[in-house]
């Protein structure tokens, strides 16, 4: 099931609110737990069965490492986060591990033909979140069975983030108040958040999917494709965040924003401060800073951000592609911290420019299926193996898409949200203009479900 389905917009979403709030305080937590584990299993109904596996384990081991205290709790908690990482590693992993041992020594391992369930990468993330914090104290074990198998498979957030750290919703699992004001808040998000996904998404997709299925490219049909997929990924992503937020509020709960306009920043490094902000907080927090993070030499520092980005990339898919992605993006990374700060802060104008360029770069490795065809692709950008520098394709794609183009850099900005935000923080803000308008959006992303088929959600390949 996904949020942009005519299902859950008028059955599963309406049901849930209505038996959430017609029941008492202390059973919210059940009902939320159950509507969860109907979502996840209205698609995957055999994988239900993996994660309440994960919910009975990780919440014995809170237990465990909470009990035995720092002084003997160690094993406990090596224990639990590596049956959490062998659990994501034989469905995400495996098959990719035995090619290149295949490839690299001849040996054949057996095959095993497993579809990746779909949310494992981030409940097993805020599995690990939850055992990490209860040892070092950041947050007190979950005593409730029930409240814990909510942060695991909340549905607003489980199957493709916001990657929620436990210490962060500890305390709204033990108690949060709902509002009329949050949960209308709550709305606003996920009308957004559905249309940046409906109207802008997967339009943009369907330039994306024309482009490359192409037989051959110029110039300009590649940089139309990749500008295309660049503003895909972000309203299919970000749309998604933002649904999940405004669930989230629907039901009281405060979710961190995932998205922070990273198509406005200055460099790579602010860019990864904007983009998939809760995946980039979970590494740091609990991979780069225990590694040392930057206290320590130059050397160390450059090996600690070259294995985080390369798990990074790995993170996101079982394949060299994601691998070099990261590793890319690493590279990147070093290069501006010990070589090219001076100049991006002395050329303040080209910034922008210069970081848009690296990230549409480094999204042709994302969205090729080998690093053979990215290496084409991107050799088909700079004018290698093409028709030429332009073609018919291309000048169609571009022009019938001009429109489409220009919306999805307006709204990657942060000027029409500020000032929409501004408004409705007013008084009177909720005008019926405005409201109209919201009503508008709603009513033309629903008619876009009904009669468009092309409805993926990118991150859940990951």
């Known amino acids: 099931m ?26 919210r937590n059940g009902i939320l737990l159950l509507a969860s584990l109907f979502f996840y299993a209205w698609g995957e109904p055999v994988y239900l069965f993996l994660m309440l596996y994960s919910i009975l384990f ?16 160690g094993a ?18 495996y098959g990719f591990l035995a090619e290149n041992i295949e490839m690299f020594t001849g040996r054949v391992l057996p095959k095993v033909d497993l ?12 599995s690990l979140s939850y055992l990490v914090d209860v040892y070092r104290g950041r947050a007190s074990y979950q005593k409730n069975i029930l409240s814990f198998g909510l942060y695991i498979s909340m549905f607003p957030q489980l199957v493709a983030g916001p990657i929620v750290q436990y210490a962060d919703i500890d305390a709204q699992l033990r ?68 649904m999940a937020i405004g669930l989230g509020k629907m039901f009281g709960f405060e979710l961190k924003e995932n998205f922070a306009h990273p198509y406005c920043a200055g460099s790579i490094t602010e860019f990864w401060r904007r983009w998939h902000i809760s995946l980039g907080s979970w590494f740091r927090e609990y991979v780069y800073i225990p590694l040392g993070g930057n206290r320590v030499g130059k050397f160390r520092h450059i090996c600690n951000l070259l294995l985080v980005w390369a798990l990074t990339g790995l ?17 990147l990374l070093i290069m501006e911290k010990y070589l090219l700060r001076r100049v991006t802060e ?4 080209l910034r922008t420019f210069y970081t848009m360029f690296l990230v549409m770069v480094g999204w ?3 969205f090729s299926p080998t690093l053979d065809a990215a290496g084409i692709y991107l050799g088909a950008m700079f004018g290698r193996g093409v028709t030429g520098i332009t073609d018919n394709a291309g000048m169609y794609y571009l022009l019938t898409s001009l429109v489409l183009f220009w919306l999805s850099w307006i709204f990657a900005v942060p000027v029409v949200s500020r000032i929409t935000v501004k408004n409705l923080e007013k008084p009177d803000g909720w005008t019926p203009l405005l409201l109209t308008a919201h009503v508008g959006i709603f009513l033309t992303a629903a008619a876009y479900l009904i009669h468009d088929t092309y409805n993926p959600f990118l991150y859940f390949r990951f």
Request: no cysteine; aromatic share 22%.
């Open 2 to 27: 996904v949020f942009s389905s005519i299902f859950f917009v008028f059955t599963f979403l309406p049901v849930t609110i209505a038996a959430y709030y017609l029941a008492p305080h202390r059973i």
């Open 58 to 73: 990780n919440y014995v081991m809170g237990i465990d490492i909470a009990r035995k205290r720092r002084r003997r709790a």
């Open 76 to 93: 406990s908690l090596f224990f639990g986060v590596l049956v959490n990482l062998l659990i994501l590693g034989f469905f995400k992993y």
């Open 115 to 126: 579809p990746l369930p779909i949310g494992l990468s981030f409940y097993t993330f805020q």
């Open 175 to 242: 108690e949060r108040r709902e509002s009329l004001d949050k949960f209308g808040q709550g709305v606003l998000y996920f009308i957004w958040g559905l249309a940046k996904k409906v109207l802008l998404a997967n339009n943009l997709g369907a330039v994306h999917t024309a482009v490359t299925g192409l037989g051959s490219l110029s110039v300009l049909s590649a940089w139309v494709g990749a500008f295309a997929y660049t503003f895909q990924i972000y309203y299919d992503f970000s749309g998604y965040s933002d």
């Open 315 to 331: 993170w996101h898919g079982a394949s060299w592609n994601f691998v070099v992605w990261g590793l890319y993006y690493s590279v």
């Open 346 to 349: 002395r050329i303040p104008v």
């Open 364 to 366: 042709v490795f994302f």
